[in-house]
């Protein structure tokens, strides 16, 4: 009997299809049905949606992607060139959904760390997987991609650090693929038991093509009490990709994240970026940082997430913008009636390098609790000041190299935050290399 092959576009008939493929427990094929269920009767967002209405969804054509990764192998591995003489606690390297490179230390594994694919995890780790599962954090009735992601998500990553463990060096992810004509919905799940820590980097990345491609990826965090993380995905998507993703955490008792998102590719990019501080005493920093050029479109909506008593929540996002690129900032700061003691704070600092890039920043305040230590917001839109560049340009430096200066000292507290050295300063160098292209048109 011949093997179902990929069928275009995503439909019931699909999904059947992507299930007889895959050898996945019951319940997982339930899960993946459900969602299917979910999101048949979801509508598509559309600008009448008070969420949507600064973003056009009419160029995504749904029905001519496949839903499962391209066939072909990486050339080389995916470790970054400036990146390979780090030591990691651990490597995967994911291309078109498949793992081609894996590493695990031995002291992880002696600590009982599980670090591996998705894949591998639903069928090695099944009753882990059964448990958190877009069950805890982002179930598939989240969002209209949330539960086309639900139903069709390729593979990913799955990181358990069990009760009292520390994990001393970064665990490293590459995420590889072609999206012309293809999606990837790749699915990250932390969960970090109590009293544990570790540092988690991924990439998603794709080369530039002239043909539409797809991307609708989640990431789960569970901390328990105590818990230590350290979190940044950066996504370098073509300039052709429609990239819709939702990161968020959930935070137990004491314990602290620090959630740091770089959004540097994609044509459009529509994501949710959330902290859940549920136990007391919890303290969560989102951190984002976005450059965006030519007609580049990115749509941002961070929740602060104050459930528990005494947390304290900081989140500052910066993005540079030129040519015609657009961005749009909504945040909330949202207090329970129980959370007392909160202290909150919340910044979106945009920057312009034209006089046709557009930024809109909306902060909100909801606080139902009257015991709280302060919350406040704020964010500004600017132009680069002409008369830093005047003063810098007259020490001689050129106009190319004044901007880069500028937009450096700018976006340096968010990249100051990235925890591999190695990793911070690439970063710096494609932030120069880009600015000042952008500099010299």
Same mark, same amino acid.
């Given at each position: 009997m011949t093997a179902p092959v990929a069928r275009r576009g995503f439909s019931l008939d699909a999904l059947n299809e992507l299930i007889a493929r895959r050898d996945e427990p019951e319940w997982m094929r339930e899960r993946r049905l459900d969602a299917w269920r979910a999101y048949e009767s979801i509508p598509m967002p559309t600008r009448q949606d008070e969420e949507w209405r600064r973003t056009d969804l009419r160029r995504l054509k749904l029905d001519e992607y496949e839903p499962e990764g391209a066939d072909g192998a990486p050339a080389g591995t995916l470790i970054p060139p400036a990146e390979r003489g780090e030591t990691f606690a651990g490597f995967l390297g994911l291309h078109n959904g498949r793992p081609v490179e894996y590493q695990l230390s031995d002291e992880a594994r002696a600590r009982g760390v599980i670090f591996c694919d998705m894949v591998t995890a639903v069928r090695e780790h099944g009753d882990l997987i059964q448990r958190y599962f877009m069950t805890q954090v982002v179930s598939a009735s989240d969002s209209k991609f949330a539960a086309l992601h639900g139903a069709f998500w390729t593979n990913g990553v799955f990181v358990y650090v069990p009760r009292g463990a520390t994990v001393e060096q970064p665990l490293r992810v590459v995420v590889s693929a072609e999206l012309a004509g293809h999606s990837c919905l790749s699915h990250t799940l932390i969960v970090l038991e109590d009293d544990t820590q570790a540092t988690f980097a991924e990439d998603f990345i794709s080369p530039d093509s002239e043909t539409q491609g797809f991307g609708s990826r989640t990431l789960e965090i569970i901390t328990g009490q105590g818990a230590k993380l350290r979190y940044i995905g950066t996504q370098r998507w073509g300039r052709n990709?429609?990239?819709?993703?939702?990161?968020?955490?959930?935070?137990?008792?004491?314990?602290?994240?620090?959630?740091?998102?770089?959004?540097? *590719? /994609?044509?459009?990019? #529509?994501?949710?970026?959330?902290g859940v501080l549920k136990g007391d005493g919890g303290s969560v920093k989102l951190l984002g940082l976005y450059i965006e050029d030519g007609d580049q479109h990115l749509d941002r909506y961070t929740l602060q997430d104050h459930q528990g008593a005494n947390c304290v929540s900081d989140l500052l996002f910066k993005g540079v913008l030129s040519n015609e690129a657009r961005s749009i900032f909504s945040g909330l700061i949202k207090v329970h009636p129980g959370a007392r003691g909160t202290a909150a704070y919340q910044q979106n600092r945009n920057l312009l390098l034209s006089r046709h890039a557009r930024a809109d920043s909306i902060p909100n305040l909801e606080i139902g609790c009257n015991d709280i230590i302060g919350c406040?917001? *704020? /964010?500004?839109?600017? #132009?680069?000041?002409?008369?830093?560049l005047f003063y810098l340009m007259s020490r001689g430096l050129s106009r190319i190299d004044a901007t880069h200066l500028i937009v450096e000292g700018f976006i340096d507290p968010v990249i100051e935050e990235t925890p591999i050295a190695s990793l911070r300063a690439?970063?710096?160098?494609e932030i120069r290399e880009r600015i000042s292209h952008v500099a010299a048109e």
């Open positions: 990709v429609y990239d819709f993703h939702t990161e968020r955490a959930i935070l137990g008792h004491d314990s602290t994240v620090v959630l740091q998102t770089i959004e540097l *590719g /994609a044509k459009l990019s #529509k994501g949710r970026v959330e406040s917001h *704020g /964010a500004t839109v600017g #132009k680069v000041d002409e008369d830093q690439s970063l710096r160098d």
